[in-house]
């Protein structure tokens, strides 16, 4: 039981560190990535590559000057980024990093909280990470932050349902919510083999909840100078940054568990290797495949322009909606025919 | 009468069913900007790298010195008249005897001073000047933290009277150059 249980908070441990790393290089490779797109090197004058220029951010966004607007709800002002990050880091939990690793008889799996309503767990956590912006840019009492707020909520009331009904589809073909178990059942064929379109919906949902370009609206430097952190400084505007980039991670992080087989690698159970060593290798792949999918995130942000917010709102509730809709038809459908 | 080969008549055409999906538009979009990602980099890595500067760029003034090591400047203010910047301001003075080291002729100029922020060096002054005293150079200005340090003197202007230290201006005083700037018909030597 207690080497159970300091298995958990080691695990806890790595997954929390593992998201903030990855979040503080992910920055950096964000950064590159657009300079090599618009013909540039991007930072590199802090290390060989830049790799220290994560570093320099943090101390630099640590040290600047904390400012709050003396109109700002006290309260509310600082609770705003703190909810975001918290929100961010709490999806970690549920997603399977890989399967089990047996040492001394000992079974250790590598998904902390594995419950039967993954997936419903990570929809209720991830709409509340809206909260955090709403409550940030209203705090602010500022005009543009409190437009900032009032798009976020729309986009992601428009978008959950698109994300949800997407998702529905792919649950009622698997039969589950535990994403251990649509692990699994991806052994041999990748749900997105199944559900493209489905996985087309999602990701285009995914880009909009993580506010990210081209539905980057609640920011949007070009029109509401910050968006919702327009008032915030220091470390508090960098809590608002770093979770985006935490929540792009867990979104690729659950993209590939849902769609793409997770930690399953083919034709990896017949080169006759250990379990363990299994195990290990599928963990790399699913991190493989999550690099791939935060570099797609960045290669769109670079490819695409803004939407405008009536644009945005088009294709969230005319188009992705009954696409979404459609697809779930189509599903419950084949599936009475098999 | 066409202006250019690249007009492209607009037209409110209605988009067909797969231009309205985006989708081939944004994969082409992508394809773009992933060919950029492999291209060769325009950037200058600028203290490693600098950019290669033209023979005749014209940049830090000079003041430059005859072959025994005395100024040239006789403070003609003619630098300052062309000047189209007003940068170039001077006091003259005169020479006293036991200075016949210092300065070539009777006349000399006791303060010198450029304000770097207001030259635009087109090298008027470098035109203007009859003794063949200022230059511009390929230095370019350092970065200074206040503009009075901009202002640059004669400690600043003047080359070094050693002779390996002088700044070779051969490159901008060609022939050419010496000969247009004799001409007594043009506006200059009116």
Redesign the interface.
């Known amino acids: 039981m207690i080497i159970y249980l300091i298995y958990k908070i080691t695990l806890i441990v790595i997954i929390l560190l593992m998201s903030l790393l990855i979040a503080m290089y992910a920055t950096l490779v964000e950064r590159k ?1 657009a300079g ?6 991007g930072p ?1 004058r802090a290390g060989p590559w830049g790799i220290l220029q994560p570093v320099c951010d943090g101390v630099k966004l640590f040290f600047k000057e904390e400012y709050m607007p003396n109109t700002a709800d006290k309260f509310l002002y600082i609770l705003g980024p703190c909810l975001t990050m918290m929100v961010a880091l709490l999806t970690s939990a549920v997603i399977p990093w890989g399967g089990t690793i047996t040492i001394a008889g000992y079974n250790f799996p590598l998904q902390v909280a594995s419950s039967s309503i993954d997936i419903l767990y990570i929809f209720a956590v991830v709409s509340m990470g809206v909260y955090g912006i709403m409550i940030g840019g209203w705090a602010s009492n500022n005009k543009f932050a409190l437009l900032g707020a009032v798009r976020a909520s729309s986009q992601m009331i428009s978008y959950e349902l698109a994300m949800a009904l997407s998702i529905a589809s792919v649950i009622m073909m698997t039969g589950t919510l535990s994403l251990q178990e649509t692990v699994n059942q991806q052994h041999t064929i990748w749900n997105v083999v199944y559900q493209p379109l489905a996985f087309l919906i999602f990701f285009i949902c995914a880009l909009a909840e993580t506010n990210r370009a081209p539905f980057d609206l609640p920011e949007c430097e070009a029109e509401l100078v910050g968006g919702y952190h327009t008032e915030y400084s220091a470390m508090k505007l960098g809590f608002y940054l770093f979770s985006e980039y935490i929540n792009m991670f867990i979104s690729s992080a659950v993209i590939s568990t849902i769609f793409f087989g997770g930690y399953n690698m083919p034709f990896i159970s017949n080169l006759g290797l250990s379990e363990n060593i299994v195990t290990l290798l599928g963990t790399a792949f699913l991190f493989v495949k999550i690099f791939a999918f935060i570099l797609l995130f960045m ?2 942000r ?3 322009p803004r939407f405008r917010y009536d644009q945005l709102m088009k294709l969230g509730w005319k188009i992705l909606f009954p696409l979404a809709l459609v697809n779930l038809i189509i599903t419950g459908i084949v599936m009475l025919l098999k | 009468m066409t202006l250019t080969n690249r007009t492209k008549v607009v037209s409110n055409k209605q988009m067909t069913f797969v231009e309205s999906l985006y989708l081939p538009a944004i994969f082409a979009g992508m394809w773009i900007t992933i060919k950029h990602v492999f291209r060769k980099k325009i950037t200058i890595k600028y203290p490693e790298q600098k950019r290669e500067i033209a023979d005749i760029y014209r940049g830090q003034h000079i003041l430059k010195r005859d072959e025994q090591g005395r100024e040239r400047c006789t403070a003609c203010g003619l630098c300052a008249l062309a000047c189209p910047a007003e940068a170039i301001t001077m006091i003259a003075a005169e020479r006293i005897a036991g200075e016949e080291k210092l300065y070539r002729e009777e006349k000399y100029a006791k303060v010198y001073e450029i304000n770097m922020l207001r030259c635009i060096y087109c090298g008027l002054c470098e035109s203007a000047c009859p003794k063949e005293a200022i230059f511009l150079t390929q230095k370019i200005v350092d970065a200074e933290y206040t503009r009075e340090a901009f202002i640059y003197g004669k400690d600043k202007l003047v080359e070094p009277i050693d002779m390996d230290k002088r700044i070779d201006v051969s490159k901008r005083q060609t022939d050419k150059v010496l000969k247009f700037k004799q001409l007594k018909h043009e506006r200059h030597n009116i």
């Open positions: 990535f090599f797109i618009q013909d540039r090197y590199d290669w769109v670079w490819t695409l």
